[in-house]
């Protein structure tokens, strides 16, 4: 991983003018998450802040924990909501020291790919939701185009990374229960929605 994170923080200072994004598809995306004022938010792979913007159009700043584990990222997040409250935090979401049942709602923009472990990704997501809330992973590319980015990038660390079916993590799901909501996967966009249920049962982990 520590290659992994070298190249995105070369890519760092160039990221915003070498990178497109589709910001209306997005918005509408996010919308579907019902995320309500007051509610707490991490978003996983932040980069340079990408969807900060329309978070806050949601919740309150202070409720924004943005976290990445490339510092270079995470700096020039700084520097472009340096007169916000949001939260900004180095580190890999795997390991850091969020509390347990932390986050109303957590998003994966554009990161999922990048988790070489997503089973454990998924278990660890549900650990800091509450109950009742909503995890989603999401690009306004299809699974496609996605890996196909990937497998072009010239870094071994990432060219590997891989999208899989949104319908192929129903099973880890319902293993550290949550159940979907939302999926959308086709050419035009991946949305995986999943809601941590409110009460555990014997067969949840």
């Given amino acids: ?48 802040g990408v969807i900060i913007p329309l978070l806050q159009k949601f919740t309150n700043a202070e409720n924004i924990y943005a976290i990445d584990a490339a510092e270079k990222m995470i700096g020039a997040a700084k520097k ?28 994966c923009y554009s990161v999922f790919p990048h988790f070489d472990n ?20 999401l690009h306004t590319a299809s699974k496609v185009k996605i890996n196909g980015i990937h497998v072009h990038v010239h870094n071994r660390d990432v060219f590997l990374d891989h999208l899989p079916p949104a319908k192929a993590f129903l099973p880890c799901l319902k293993d550290n229960c949550m159940r979907d909501e939302i999926i959308i996967d086709n050419e035009e966009m991946y949305f995986l929605g999943a809601r941590k249920k409110w009460l555990r049962s014997k067969t949840c982990n």
Avoid: C
């Fill in 1 to 48: 991983m520590e290659n992994k994170f070298d190249f995105f923080n070369e890519k760092a200072e160039t990221w915003d003018a070498t990178s497109r994004y589709d910001m209306n598809k997005l918005e509408l995306m996010l919308r579907l998450l019902y995320i309500k004022e007051g509610d707490t938010v991490l978003d996983v792979g932040t980069g340079t």
């Fill in 118 to 137: 997503k089973p454990l990704a998924i278990a660890r997501f549900a650990k800091i939701l509450k109950p009742g809330g909503f995890l989603s992973v």
């Fill in 80 to 107: 472009k909501f340096a007169d916000t409250k949001v939260n900004f935090v180095i580190g890999d979401v795997l390991d850091y020291p969020f509390n347990d049942e932390q986050f109303d709602h957590i998003v």
